[in-house]
């Protein structure tokens, strides 16, 4: 197994501009999440997905949309990037009954000039 | 809400000294506690886990212990090595709703440097 992965590791943006960040993972897990981690604050929660065609607000959803289409896959994507944007963003998944251990991918760097 | 506070770093220390790291939560209910480590250059990991009070989670010479009547979560590492630096977040998932995924609620980390 691969467990989680995500793409890129590093993408530069311009203001405005739009992009999808990726994450698989080949679990078979139900639940999926995405996180963003800021120097001082930890990682909070963006949005997450108990399967597929369902999905929620985390903590801090706003500039991010997210869809599940398949269990396998959960992208992120920003519409129009803002400077406040810039972090790290890591996806994780759980199995059901996986008494609340989530696994994660190596995450993706991205700045926003 | 939910919130997690680990104690400020960074922490530098020799090899095999003794390391604690802290952290306290604030939760309803019944949370699980974890700790996360991050290596350089890889993702998050479990690093150990808590379901209950009292319980001990251990692994790889770690340790923390459930303290309910503290609310604490506290890291400890008889003896470090070099390979131990990393960033270390606590966090716990929240107990509520009956769902067996629950939301991780994360400190800030810590960043451990251990120097040979």
């Known amino acids: 197994n691969a467990g989680v992965t995500q793409t890129p590791k590093f993408q530069v943006l311009k203001t405005g501009q739009s992009m999808t960040l990726q994450c698989a993972q080949d679990?078979?897990?139900?639940?999926m999440s995405w996180y963003r981690q800021d120097p001082g604050m930890g990682l909070r929660l963006i949005h997450y997905s108990v399967g597929a065609g369902i999905t929620d607000q985390g903590e801090v959803p706003n500039g991010y949309n997210v869809s599940r289409s398949t269990t396998e896959d959960f992208p992120l994507r920003l519409l129009s990037a803002a400077p406040s944007q810039t972090s790290v963003y890591f996806c994780a998944s759980s199995p059901p009954g996986g008494g609340k251990t989530q696994y994660f991918g190596p995450g993706t760097r991205l700045l926003v000039l | 809400g939910d919130s997690v506070t680990q104690m400020e770093g960074p922490v530098t220390l020799s090899e095999e000294a003794f390391l604690t790291i802290n952290c306290t939560y604030t939760a309803t209910g019944y949370p699980s506690l974890f700790w996360y480590v991050k290596y350089p250059g890889e993702g998050l990991q479990l690093l150990l886990k808590a379901t209950k009070a009292d319980d001990k989670g251990s692994n790889k010479g770690f340790e923390a212990t459930y303290r309910k009547e503290t609310t604490s979560f506290h890291l400890e590492k008889g003896s470090v090595q070099v390979s131990d630096s990393a960033v270390y977040f606590c966090?716990?998932?929240?107990?509520?709703?009956?769902?067996?995924?629950?939301?991780?609620?994360f400190g800030q980390g810590t960043i451990l440097t251990v120097h040979p």
């Open positions: 679990m078979n897990h139900e639940y």
């Open positions: 966090a716990l998932a929240d107990g509520a709703g009956g769902t067996s995924y629950g939301k991780l609620t």
